[in-house]
């Protein structure tokens, strides 16, 4: 059974504490639905749309991440947050953000701030813009924040000299994304800049994708571990087939022979009671939604993003705390079929609760490595090489670190391979 548009807002427990299900809302109807199940997964993909700029679409809130907290999962690696460097610019567009793939540079394609100039001579003059996706983000925010940016606060992706034939040939989609916004890859330069594109944090799950819950099980962006910090280009699709089909084979397992659980009613009409209540405000009651949606958003752009420092960090928490109180009174004019506004509400409750993650875990790490850098603690510590930040934010916030247990192989130096590209 396929219930289109509808999406979970509470997980489902019974006496013990064993998952059984979830409690949906069909956003078509604004109706609630409970579904009981003997095995529930956390597939729902990330979303690391609490950031200004974006490569995912706007409904990706990282949905599930929030509802396995609330449930007092743990998570990992929540600093770990991908930028893609090149993200199309779109002035007052949704398409800001959309990404121009990484075989652009890998076919010598050229990165030059406003000065005309290949800045990536300054960071990595060897590997250039080939160099990984974590620096060359790095380097193109950096461009800009002293100045050296384009007209639209970005950086300008250059492959005409490969020859319109050439690129229009084996660059099809990114040249048609880029025509329909008034573009010519083929031909000449166009602006892009950092996007933020994948969660490399999420949940703790054992090898069979088993949470810390009897009876929930979770895969893909909204578990952590499995990238590190740093995930390779391709490696988000190999991560969802390959602990989709685990998740499924070790759920095919456990439900034989398994009881229906017996959920609580009262957390079912609890949790009904919570979401409904911006509906019920009257006109000029409650908070602006889309001022604290904006304001979470360039506050995880500024402090939580590409560059951190130990008191931006502190300055982001406590205003997402302040952000997530004042969010509890926000109002969402309409009834509750296809409200959009509410939706929206909805998507900030979940952001709001991963942002507050990221930030903790990225205050905690006091280094740099792979996309996770602190200005104030700008190399990798050998004190950190080989533990994880882990975060609980139920019943009360906790962050501690972790060793990593290596059973198998142990890292060992990078040895030179030749360059792929891949859009993933």
């Known amino acids: 059974l396929a219930l289109e548009e509808h999406r979970a807002v509470e997980l489902l427990r019974d006496e013990s504490g064993r998952v059984g299900g979830a409690l949906l809302l069909d956003i078509r109807r604004g109706a609630a639905v409970a579904v009981k199940s003997r095995a529930t997964l956390l597939a729902m993909g990330g979303g690391p749309t609490m950031y200004r700029v974006v490569a995912c679409s706007a409904d990706k809130s990282s949905d599930g991440i929030a509802l396995g907290v609330r449930a007092g999962l743990r998570v990992r690696d929540m600093e770990m947050v991908q930028f893609h460097p090149t993200g199309l610019i779109v002035p007052n567009s949704l398409m800001t953000g959309a990404l121009l793939e990484e075989g652009l540079r890998g076919a010598g394609g050229r990165l030059l701030n406003g000065r005309g100039e290949r800045f990536m001579e300054r960071y990595d003059p060897a590997r250039m813009e080939r160099s990984t996706r974590d620096l ?15 007209p639209n606060g970005g950086v300008w992706i250059d492959v005409a000299h490969l020859g319109a034939e050439t690129v229009e040939r084996h660059f099809k ?5 880029c025509r329909d916004f008034g573009f ?8 892009v800049g950092p996007t933020a594109h994948f969660m490399m944090g999420g949940i703790v799950t054992d090898p069979t994708c088993r949470t810390d819950l009897e009876g929930l099980f979770a895969a893909g962006e909204d578990t952590g571990g499995v990238h590190g910090a740093n995930r390779l280009g391709g490696n988000g699709v190999a991560e969802s087939t390959v602990f989709g089909g685990i998740a499924g084979d070790t759920m095919a397992d456990w439900v034989v022979s398994r009881p229906l659980p017996r959920v609580s009613r009262s957390a079912m009409e609890g949790t009904a009671r919570r979401i409904l209540a911006p509906l019920g405000r009257s006109p000029g009651e409650g908070e602006d939604l889309y001022g604290l949606q904006s304001r979470l958003r360039d506050l995880m752009w500024e402090h939580v993003g590409l560059i951190r ?22 109002r969402a004019p309409g009834g509750p079929a296809y409200n959009l506004a509410w939706q929206d509400w909805l998507n900030l409750n979940s952001q709001t609760a991963t942002a507050r993650l990221i930030a903790r875990s990225a205050l905690e790490r006091a280094e740099s490595r ?11 510590s050998a ?6 930040v882990a975060v609980a934010d139920a019943p009360t916030p906790n962050v501690w670190t972790e060793p990593v247990r290596l059973t198998r192989l142990a890292p060992s130096a990078a ?3 030749a360059t792929v590209e891949v859009g993933d």
């Open 415 to 417: 040895r030179p391979a």
């Open 136 to 150: 060359v983000a790095r380097a193109s925010f950096t461009e800009v924040l002293e100045g050296r940016g384009t």
């Open 173 to 177: 989609g990114m040249v048609k994304r």
């Open 309 to 330: 420092t130990g008191a931006g960090l502190k300055t982001a928490i406590a205003e997402i705390e302040e952000i997530s109180r004042r969010a509890e009174r926000c």
């Open 370 to 380: 792979g996309s996770h850098f602190r200005r104030d603690f700008p190399q990798a």
């Open 184 to 191: 010519d890859l083929a031909h000449g330069p166009v602006e």
């Open 383 to 388: 004190e950190l090489y080989n533990v994880y």
